[in-house]
């Protein structure tokens, strides 16, 4: 998905690009074997869905027209963590549930009709060439076949399971500073066809609890009528494959609803594995020699957790900075040289705020290993405050759900006016009513 939403952006500011993909690309929305995790949960976030619709026009009509379910967060999405359910209450998020194949496939048939690029299936990078600090060249194979690919301007797309890093060490830049959580993260996913005549009160479900029980659930309304239930667990919690096992473990849940959904449908699809056990921050801006004309985005910077469904929109967030940077070098005159320093500033900010999120989350389970942040136990602190003031305060539900997606930076639910009402939950554990 960072490597289509860049080539979009790029035939912006170039006349040729070229996307190399290692799959051969199916006709159909199907899961492929290049995106593992394609077979399991995935959630487009709002402020994806809005970066998306600026690259590509006109999206969301055409998923809409393929068959996504359109939801309300918090009235027909529906959450339960470890204080319970989330109230139901419209929370004016709207949603599109769908899978990743129908989601990547429509994104990849816009891009067909884009004159300025091609792709180019069945290839797989090998490296790159430099002369000097300057990239000239990707090496590519097709087969047994390999050529080295002249190229003016590259973006790593490779994603997290790539061999980019290596490369650039034999470049000579390098080692790349990494910020780590060990997250032992599992799936395990099937589609399931919904029993006829099938008139739920909400579309989706979100299910975790309170460590240490790490297990979990996503239960997803998808096109076709039929759900994507994604079950996950940490460490020795991991969902298992087998179909029989399936169900036992999502009986298992803390609450009845994922499985009471599913044992009225029938699977449809294989049970498939995932596994995450790491999320990582690549630090390329303290590199103190930075590569020109390579710039990596998506998961090659900075891959997170999937269960927060975070990565798409990172992802676009990302190809947005390269974007404004490369209309500001078109301003100045089109120098494609040093605009690593200005891409990774910009980056940098977005990131951080995605990662510190997914710290407050991550460090509440015991089992997460990484090097632990001095206020780590402030923040959750702050945050179960918050998730209490939610049960009685519809705004600050509202609040809460745009910094989930990304819309609103953290500075949003810190509001002095909030931030006193929370710290006196957390020296109270007591809510203050408020007219709303």
Not at 26 to 38: D, F, L, S
Not at 89 to 102: C, E, V
Request: glycine fraction near 10%; charged fraction near 25%; include cysteine.
């Amino acid at each position: 998905m960072g490597g289509l939403m860049a080539a979009e952006v790029l035939s912006r500011f170039f006349e040729e690009v070229l996307v190399l993909e290692k799959d051969a690309l199916p006709a159909q929305a199907e899961v492929r074997m290049g995106v593992p995790q394609g077979a399991h949960v995935h959630s487009l976030l709002v402020q994806g869905r809005r970066n998306l619709e600026r690259m590509f026009p006109g999206l969301a009509s055409e998923l809409i027209d393929r068959g996504v379910v359109c939801s309300r967060g918090g009235l027909e999405f529906m959450t339960h963590d470890e204080a319970g359910w989330f109230p139901r209450r419209d929370i004016q998020l709207p949603l599109m549930l769908m899978s990743r194949p129908l989601l990547e496939g429509a994104v990849r048939d816009f891009l067909k009709r884009n004159a300025r690029v091609t792709i180019r299936e069945n290839t797989r990078v090998e490296g790159w060439t430099f002369d000097g600090d300057i990239l000239v060249g990707v090496v590519g194979s097709r087969g047994d076949a390999a050529e080295t690919i002249p190229a003016d301007f590259v973006v790593d797309a490779t994603g997290r399971s790539g061999n980019s890093l290596s490369w650039l060490e034999a470049g000579g830049f390098g080692p790349i500073e990494e910020t780590r959580l060990e997250i032992g993260t599992g799936y395990a996913s099937a589609v399931f066809k919904k029993p006829p005549n099938w008139h739920g009160a909400v579309d989706g479900l979100s299910i975790s609890n309170r460590d240490p029980d790490t297990k979990g659930g996503f239960l997803f309304s998808i096109e076709n009528d039929c759900w994507l239930a994604s079950l996950t667990g940490r460490f020795d919690q991991q969902p298992p494959g087998d179909p029989d096992k399936f169900m036992a473990f999502a009986q298992s849940l803390c609450v009845p609803d994922f499985y009471n959904w599913i044992s009225k449908g029938e699977r449809i699809s294989p049970v498939k594995v995932y596994k995450a056990p790491i999320s990582r921050w690549r630090r390329f801006e303290k590199l103190a020699r930075q590569p020109e004309r390579l710039l990596p985005l998506g998961d090659a910077l900075a891959h997170v957790n999937p269960v927060f469904g975070q990565g798409v929109t990172l992802a676009s967030a990302h190809v947005m900075s390269l974007w404004n940077v490369l209309a500001e070098r078109v301003a100045c005159g089109g120098d494609l040289n040093r605009v690593a320093r200005p891409y990774f500033e910009k980056v940098h900010s977005f990131t951080k705020t995605v990662w510190e999120n997914l710290e407050s989350v991550e460090y509440r389970y015991a089992c997460t290993k990484g090097e632990r942040p001095v206020d780590i136990d402030m923040r959750i602190a702050y945050s179960r405050g918050l998730r209490k003031l939610v049960e009685d305060d519809a705004e600050v539900h509202r609040l809460m759900g745009g910094v989930a997606h990304l819309i609103h930076p953290l500075e949003a639910i810190r509001r002095p006016d909030i931030v006193a009402r929370v710290m006196r939950i957390m020296q109270t554990g007591t809510t203050a009513a408020t007219a709303h």
